[in-house]
Every structure is written in structure tokens, then in C-alpha cells.
T-cell receptor, first 113, second 114 residues
């Protein structure tokens, strides 16, 4: 399984944009890039996913490098409620909708008021 | 629409005992996966159930077993508990035929082994 690398922690101020990086230099052509986050005392929550093109949804944007070896999760205006551990995960599309995700350590995001 | 529900939320056991954790998937979902999350770590995949059969398994010993019922709900059983089994156990559901493959997680069952 391809591996991802994320910073252990990041800080942001409330109402400012946050860019969470993820490196995945060994990504294969069939790997989707998924992001989940885990708020304190809760289970992980799906945020967004993409393959090659940048993606937007109501929660965040995902910017994918042209060579796909890195990606960035963008929270446009951080709120205190966005303080969580963010996980960048590669998921092989050939595996179908398997329930198996490989979580790393993730990035702990602190949001300051 | 209820999401993924797990029970119990907290429980304490002693070494050598057995435990059963329960999970009801989100409405419309047919696949249930179980994860173990030790303190300060990311979740680790235990196994996945679909059509009442174990379809995929992570690197966990046979002490960890499961079951899926016709209504898609699931149980995780752990025998001969060890201190190292203390963790948050998460259940996730999904639709095998879904396009995005998004997993929906419950809030977990916190197991403490003394």
C-alpha cells in the first residue's frame, strides 16, 4: 500500500485559510486521494477525495499536484470546530469500495480564536 | 436518518475475559468494517464484512472475530483479552456498490482492559 507523509501538527487562526499538505511520492495511477478528519471523542469523518483534478465540496477543497505526488487540503475559513486530526489516505480504485483504509498519524490542526 | 451506532460506548474488562461489541450501519449500507484505535494513533483496520462473510482482514490475531447479521448489523468479538487490547473500537459502514466509497464511522466503543 502506498504511503503518505503529513506534518504532525499545524496551527491556524480562526477565520483564516488553512493549507494541510500531504506527500505521496509512491502513488500509483489507480490510487484515489482521500481525506478524513477526526474531531475529539468522535469517529473519523469523510472530508473529500480526488484522483487528478482539483475538487471542491461544502467542507473543503483538494488541490492535487500535476504529478500527483502531493496534495493539499484547503479549509477556506477555519473555525474552532475544524480543530481535529486530518488524515490523508490513498485508496486503490481497483480494490473497489473495500472498507479498508490505511490511516497514518495524520496532522493535528489547532485553531486559535 | 440515523448514522452508524455502536454499543456499548464504554466498558471495562479484565485480562482473559471476552468482549462483544455491536454496530448498526447507516441506513442503506451493506458493508461493515471494524477498526482499532490505540491512544494517540490512527485507526487500524481489523476486518470487513459483506453478505455475512468476512471479506478482508488486517493484521490481527484469530482472537478477533466477527459476525454480520442479515439486517447488516455486526458484532466484533475479542477473546482472551490482553492489556494491549485497550483501545477505541470503531465501526464503519459503506455501500459496496457506492461510487465514492465513502466510509461512515460510528463514535466508537472505548474498551479498557485491566
Amino acid at each position: 500500500d502506498a504511503k503518505t507523509t503529513q506534518p504532525n501538527s499545524m496551527e491556524s487562526n480562526e477565520e483564516e485559510p488553512v493549507h494541510l499538505p500531504c506527500n505521496h511520492s509512491t502513488i500509483s495511477g489507480t490510487d484515489y486521494i482521500h481525506w478524513y478528519r477526526q474531531l475529539p471523542s468522535q469517529g473519523p469523518e469523510y472530508v473529500i477525495h480526488g484522483l487528478t483534478s482539483n475538487v471542491n465540496n461544502r467542507m473543503a477543497s483538494l488541490a492535487i499536484a500535476e504529478d500527483r505526488k502531493s496534495s493539499t487540503l484547503i479549509l477556506h475559513r477555519a473555525t474552532l470546530r475544524d480543530a481535529a486530526v486530518y488524515y490523508c489516505i490513498l485508496r486503490d480504485v481497483r480494490a473497489g469500495n473495500t472498507g479498508k483504509l490505511i490511516f497514518g498519524q495524520g496532522t493535528t490542526l489547532q485553531v486559535k480564536p | 436518518d440515523a448514522g452508524v451506532t455502536q454499543s456499548p460506548t464504554h466498558l471495562i474488562k479484565t485480562r482473559g475475559q471476552q468482549v462483544t461489541l455491536r454496530c448498526s450501519p447507516k441506513s442503506g449500507h451493506d458493508t461493515v468494517s471494524w477498526y482499532q484505535q490505540a491512544l494517540g494513533q490512527g485507526p487500524q483496520f481489523i476486518f470487513q464484512y459483506y453478505e455475512e462473510e468476512e471479506r478482508q482482514r488486517g493484521n490481527f490475531p484469530d482472537r478477533f472475530s466477527g459476525h454480520q447479521f442479515p439486517n447488516y448489523s455486526s458484532e466484533l468479538n475479542v477473546n482472551a483479552l490482553l492489556l494491549g487490547d485497550s483501545a477505541l473500537y470503531l465501526c464503519a459502514s459503506s455501500r459496496l456498490s457506492g461510487i465514492t466509497g465513502e466510509l461512515f464511522f460510528g463514535e466508537g466503543s472505548r474498551l479498557t482492559v485491566l
